[in-house]
């Protein structure tokens, strides 16, 4: 299993980022696809999730509204829109299979997102 994030940054408070997410090595079009993110000294935690026909994912409360997630099952990729970012969402954003539990216990290395004035 190989997981890639990308897209991460350093923004403002009310700007927008979109992470991507590609995917090898294993069936990507038979799993529920996640994202994560984690902030030191703290447990990673659930965002969001999309099911494999990518129909009616659902959110965490601090996704709900502003973020949106999408995949491709033809690139075996998976996105996340942020807008309206705020300071707390400052953190390490990483992707997995499942939802909202990680099906895979190798992880990427994350996409950095720093949001601050």
């Known amino acids: 299993v190989e997981l890639a994030e990308s897209g991460g940054g350093s923004v403002q408070p009310g700007e927008s980022l979109r992470l991507s997410c590609v995917t090898s090595?294993?069936?990507?079009?038979?799993?529920?696809m996640s994202w994560y993110r984690q902030v030191p000294g703290k447990a990673r935690e659930w965002v969001a999730g999309?099911?494999?026909?990518?129909?009616?994912?659902t959110y965490s409360e601090i996704a709900k509204g502003r973020f949106s997630i999408s995949r491709d099952n033809e690139r075996s990729t998976i996105s996340l829109q942020m807008n309206n970012l705020k300071p707390e969402d400052t953190a390490m954003y990483y992707c997995?299979?499942?939802?909202?539990?990680?099906?895979?216990?190798?992880w990427g290395p994350g996409t950095q997102v720093t949001v601050s004035p």
């Open positions: 090595g294993f069936p990507f079009f038979a799993y529920p």
């Open positions: 997995n299979g499942g939802y909202p539990n990680p099906s895979f216990n190798r």
């Open positions: 999309i099911p494999r026909s990518g129909i009616d994912p």
